[in-house]
């Protein structure tokens, strides 16, 4: 006579299911703890990221900024309020380090730097817009860049050798251009703090103008 099999019980099988469930949603909970982590460790290490690389960007074109005055001679014009935390704007002429495809003639360029919110964008970005060819006999040719993303302020102060300053016009400082300029970028979340409260990132870097020259002395 064969002995009786037993199978699992109802109840059994309940319990089985619930266990299940209890280290499913356990395992779940961690997985949603941890991916929320990593996406807050991006969110805030890209500003700095972005930051260091527009920075590094700005040194190429401050390093090769062109004296206001000669034959090629091209305003330096700054303006920044940063009592009222408005974002400022900058233009100057710079030399090309390395001419690029489609541009002819004198690497002669202007570099304007500005804080503006363009259509296909939500938040604003720093533009640095570059127009090249600007001897040429046909149109200038003017490139957009986008250097940085969610950018609440854009301040620019400019070292004259003794002070610093909030503004800088070459043509009313002797058509010379300033011996430092100091940029300041401070970046807006992209998501809010649990709190309700929003954290920011801020970044200062100094710039030597290798073709400034300190006020009175030219």
């Known amino acids: ?4 099999r037993r199978g699992f019980t109802m109840l059994e099988l309940l319990v089985a299911i619930t266990l299940m469930a209890v280290i ?5 909970g961690s997985l949603f703890v941890g991916f929320k982590a990593q996406r807050s460790a991006a969110n805030a290490v890209e500003p700095v990221r972005t930051a260091a690389m527009a920075l590094e960007l700005l040194q190429q ?8 005055t000669g034959i090629l001679a091209g305003a ?3 303006s920044s309020d940063p009592g009222t935390g408005e974002s400022g704007s900058l233009s100057f002429y710079s030399c090309a380090n390395v001419p690029r495809e489609g541009d002819t003639g004198c690497d002669m360029r202007r570099v304007e730097l500005a804080v503006e919110t363009p259509s296909d964008e939500i938040q604003p970005v720093l533009m640095r817009r570059i127009t090249a060819n600007l001897l040429a006999s046909n149109a200038p040719v003017v490139r957009e860049q986008v250097l940085c993303r969610r950018v609440r302020v854009f301040q620019v102060r400019y070292y004259d050798g ?4 909030d503004t800088w016009d070459s043509a009313g400082q002797g058509d010379v251009l300033p011996v430092a ?24 870097r100094v710039y030597r103008i290798p073709c400034g020259v300190v006020l009175g002395t030219n």
């Open 162 to 165: 003794m002070v610093w300053q």
């Open 1 to 4: 006579m064969h002995g009786r």
């Open 76 to 78: 330096f014009l700054g």
């Open 61 to 68: 074109d401050f390093d090769a900024a062109l004296p206001p």
């Open 24 to 28: 499913a949603g356990s395992l779940y």
């Open 181 to 204: 300029v100091e940029v300041t970028l401070e970046f807006a979340p992209s998501l809010e703090r649990a709190d309700g409260g929003e954290a920011t990132c801020r970044i200062t």
